[in-house]
């Protein structure tokens, strides 16, 4: 079946200009994830989705990201006036449910979006 | 918030043992997950601990100590294709990841 899908994979701007990350979940997997991994670091939590609604949007950095799922399927990062330290991978990881103590939880991640910005 | 401390390098030789270690701090507690990404890939699943003890898949084990806020991943007759970073990674629905540990498998 097919997995986590993201595009663009690349995505190469300017600083100052506006960009659109999409995620394409597993089909059924309620929960969703943007998380965001600079070289040599591990992801950093950005924001967590249950069905359509923001659950946690604690990771975002500033009000230049905004994230929506507006069907509960399909997401959008939204970045405006995008500075060179936004320069990163941009992952977004979905699982079945949003998970409860000692559930199974399990997050299968997308390939990403490198985003550069110059 | 989240603390979790994981060394950034190891190198083994093939066919060997490693064992990579992971201490947390942290504010909420769901479980606590291992990843391997290759370069330029997407993190995939290892293994998940969320009661204290052993979890053995084939040739990977991880271990939990809640008490002690300790895991481990244990990588057993090391291939060359194990090369890789490995994440330690808290859940408490959301994931708070280490910086990961590069472990290099020499010929």
């Known amino acids: 079946g097919a997995g986590v899908s993201q595009t663009p994979s690349n995505k190469v701007t300017e600083k100052g200009k506006y960009v659109e990350l999409r995620c394409d979940p597993i089909?059924?997997?309620?929960?969703l994830y943007w998380y965001r991994q600079s070289l040599g670091q591990g992801p950093e939590f950005l924001i967590y989705f249950q069905g359509t609604g923001a659950a946690d949007d604690s990771g975002l950095p500033n009000d230049r990201f905004f994230a929506v799922r507006p069907e509960g399927s399909v997401s959008t990062l939204k970045i405006q006036r995008t500075e060179r330290g936004d320069s990163a991978v941009y992952l977004c990881?979905?699982?079945?449910?949003?998970?409860?103590?000692?559930?199974?939880?399990?997050?299968?991640f997308g390939p990403g979006t490198r985003l550069t910005v110059l | 918030g989240q603390n979790i401390d994981q060394p950034t390098e190891m190198t083994a030789t093939e066919g060997a043992i490693v064992q990579i270690n992971c201490t947390y701090q942290?504010?909420?507690?769901?479980?606590l997950f291992w990843y391997q990404q290759h370069a330029g890939e997407a993190p995939t699943f290892l293994s998940y601990n969320v009661l204290d003890g052993l979890e053995e898949k084939g040739r990977f084990s991880s271990f939990l100590s809640r008490s002690k806020g300790y895991s481990y991943l244990l990588l057993k007759e090391l291939q060359m294709k194990d090369s890789a970073s490995y994440l330690c990674?808290?859940?408490?629905?959301?994931?708070?990841f280490g910086a990961g540990t590069t472990v290099t498998v020499r010929a």
């Open positions: 990674a808290v859940s408490d629905y959301k994931l708070s």
């Open positions: 990881a979905s699982s079945l449910t949003g998970g409860g103590y000692g559930s199974y939880n399990e997050q299968f």
């Open positions: 942290t504010s909420g507690f769901n479980g």
């Open positions: 089909s059924g997997h309620t929960a």
